[in-house]
């Protein structure tokens, strides 16, 4: 998964970085209050299907008449989109809360909302160990949103986590709230049934399911039509994307619906995040290869070099199939670049063990890495399993150990694009130079050039690249 909007900072993002949070806000909304609307303020944390489920909270509390504000001190309501991938995602809101209290004491009508993982992991107990907080509501109940928030304002305290083995929000229409107007992220299944031992997301966010894909077509046609260019495909494991046609019993696999969301227009570009290696096809890489609009870039988190943790990880391949997956990707599209997610100091992880994930790094040449410490999660696999045997320190040092490669490895990728050539989609202003623009090219790297009159956000460019840093390509339209 991707965990913010935010593009990386060093082609690394360490755990730091990767649980912050983002105050959402309507582009030239005003900022302060309208006359006759409730207004809410709301934070998303983790991963950026918490960022997608909280355009569709916008959407349900947009119905009844809430509108978006930057401005926790004016909203009627504030929310919180919670994250527990890692106990200090957790611990970043609980200081949030904080805050939160403080603006509650100048205006004690100000409802206070828990949404998403943490709120489904710690469920009631929200309640006795807070007292501000009002609602809680876990990733599947957001439907339910309106009552809980009346009940609320009636003075009740109100808690809804139950997962759903259908829901997929399929029919609601988000609404786009931090959006650049250029690139959009849409979810095409929730939950996850892999039960990879260190993680707490098949239980915060239940059993997976796909979405009905003509709902995503249908989504993303509307998202072209707005002047949109370019969708991101949003699920835990897109591999195992798979919905069958109530009525003619037809499969439609992620190969297919990637195709699907190819054909609407070739102006349209499509990415994708995550795919997990033990399910990700040459059917898949082939569809890539086909269309132009597929971009080359996979994120395949491979979370150890090691063949024996991979087994404690519960991650079902070994690194010898890792492997293999990676050369099917380097026959078949040899112009992509791939990127992972790594963890270092799992429980019993032994120096040569570590050493296993530090050759790996250098062999895979990742483009980009998201990095973490292991973190133990309570009624994890792991944490009933496994003592989290590794010091603190270990762990860090093997954490920095990878960073330091990982950017090495990423100036190197960078460096051997000197004097190419690449399609750049323009995003926005630089944020160094209003002199300059910044997009990716199809391998999903940070492409920064001077402005040309006639050119705006939107529009595709060829860009030459003549220098580059382990984040960003630097070059000049050609
Ligand atoms: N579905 C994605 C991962 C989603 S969680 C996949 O299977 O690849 C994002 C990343 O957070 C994971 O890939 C893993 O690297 C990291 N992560 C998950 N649980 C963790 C934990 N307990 N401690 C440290 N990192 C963790
Ligand atoms: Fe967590 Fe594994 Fe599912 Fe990814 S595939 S969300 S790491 S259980
Ligand atoms: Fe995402 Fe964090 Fe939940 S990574 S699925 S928001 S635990």
Redesign the pocket.
């Known amino acids: 998964m991707l965990y913010d909007s935010n593009p990386t900072l060093e082609g690394i993002k360490s755990i730091d970085e990767a649980s912050q949070g983002s105050v959402f806000f309507k582009e030239n909304a005003e900022l302060g209050r309208s006359p006759g609307l409730k207004h809410f303020y709301i934070e998303s944390y983790g991963c950026q299907m918490n960022f997608s489920d909280s355009e569709i909270v916008a959407s349900i509390l947009g119905d009844i008449g809430y509108a978006p504000t930057r401005n926790m001190e004016e909203s009627d309501l504030i929310l919180v989109n919670t994250c527990s991938i890692r106990e200090k995602a957790e611990e970043t809101v609980r200081k949030r809360l904080k805050v939160f209290d403080v603006v509650k004491s100048k205006r004690p009508g100000t409802k206070v909302g828990i949404l998403g993982c943490m709120a489904e992991r710690l469920k009631k107990k929200w309640l006795e160990e807070e007292k501000l907080v009002d609602l809680v509501v876990g990733p599947d109940a957001y439907r339910d949103l309106p009552n809980l928030i009346g009940a609320a304002e009636e003075g009740g305290r109100m808690v809804n986590v139950l997962l759903s083995r259908e829901e997929t929000y399929a029919d609601i229409s988000p609404v786009r709230l931090e959006s650049n107007g250029v690139t959009a992220f849409i979810s095409i299944m929730r939950g ?1 049934d ?3 031992s ?2 707490v ?2 239980f915060t966010r239940g059993r997976e399911r796909s979405r009905d894909p003509f709902s995503i077509v249908a989504e993303a046609t509307d998202l072209f039509q707005k002047g949109f260019r370019e969708v991101t495909l949003l699920g ?2 897109v591999d195992s994307y798979k919905w069958e046609n109530p009525e003619t019993g037809e499969p439609t696999d992620f190969a297919d619906l990637l195709a699907m969301t190819a054909h609407i227009d070739p102006n349209l570009r499509v990415r994708f995040s ?1 795919s ?1 290696p033990k399910d990700m096809t040459d059917k898949v890489l082939h569809t890539m290869a086909t269309h132009e609009n597929i971009c080359k870039y996979i994120h395949l988190p491979v979370q150890s070099g090691n063949s024996r943790i991979l087994e404690m990880m519960n ?1 079902t391949y070994d690194r010898e199939w890792y492997m293999n997956r990676m050369e099917s990707i380097r026959r078949i599209l040899p112009e992509a670049a791939v990127s992972s997610d790594i963890i270092t100091g799992f429980c019993s992880e032994t120096e040569e063990e570590h050493q296993d994930t530090l050759s790996i790094v250098e062999w895979a040449e990742y483009s980009m890495s998201y990095m973490f410490a292991y973190s133990e999660r309570p009624g994890t696999l792991a944490a009933r399993k496994y003592p989290d045997d590794i010091p603190e320190d270990v762990k860090k040092r093997r954490l920095n150990e990878v960073i330091r490669l990982q950017t090495a490895m990423a100036l190197k990728h960078n460096k051997r694009d000197i004097g190419k050539t690449f399609k750049v989609l323009i995003e926005r202003d630089s944020s160094k130079s209003a002199d300059d623009f910044c997009g990716r090219n199809s391998q999903n790297k940070m492409c920064v050039f001077p402005k040309q009159p006639g050119l705006k956000p939107g529009d595709y460019v060829e860009v030459k690249i003549h220098d580059a840093s382990s984040a960003t390509l630097l070059g000049k339209i050609a």
């Open positions: 996850c892999n039960m990879c260190f993680c997301v098949p835990q494991n995550t997990h991650r």
